[in-house]
């Protein structure tokens, strides 16, 4: 199983990325699926995620700046992010869950069975 995200990049404030995770040996539409972000010095944090019945869910920061969305033919889940800050400089990571309780655990990172390895955003003032 392998989770791997790209995307990322050097981007100004106010500029937009958008990264991609694409799963290999798994179904991703069985799932449902994640992006978290880590700073240096921080700990991981919930960014937004995706259920498998396409229910999102953000992290007040990001919400109605970052777009998750999903793609189930094409194994893939995005996340479009907008107006760029530079709080929003880390490594972002996508993660995929089994778990029967989502709506209740999506923010917590032991609800999630596979990580991808990262993709650094980094967002210049």
């Known amino acids: 199983v392998q989770l791997q995200a790209s995307g990322g990049g050097l981007v100004q404030a106010g500029g937009s990325l958008r990264l991609s995770c694409a799963a290999s040996?798994?179904?991703?539409?069985?799932?449902?699926a994640a992006w978290f972000r880590q700073a240096p010095g921080k700990e991981r944090e919930f960014v937004a995620g995706?259920?498998?019945?396409?229910?999102?869910y953000y992290e007040d920061t990001v919400n109605g700046r970052f777009t998750v969305s999903r793609s189930n033919t094409k194994n893939t889940v995005y996340l479009q992010m907008n107006s760029l800050k530079s709080e929003d400089t880390a490594v972002y990571f996508c993660?995929?869950?089994?778990?029967?309780?989502?709506?209740?655990?999506?923010?917590?990172?032991?609800?999630?069975?596979?990580w991808g390895q990262g993709t650094l955003v980094t967002v210049s003032s």
């Open positions: 995706v259920s498998r019945s396409v229910v999102t």
């Open positions: 993660a995929a869950s089994r778990t029967a309780s989502y709506s209740a655990r999506y923010g917590n990172t032991n609800a999630y069975n596979y």
């Open positions: 040996g798994l179904a991703l539409g069985n799932y449902h």
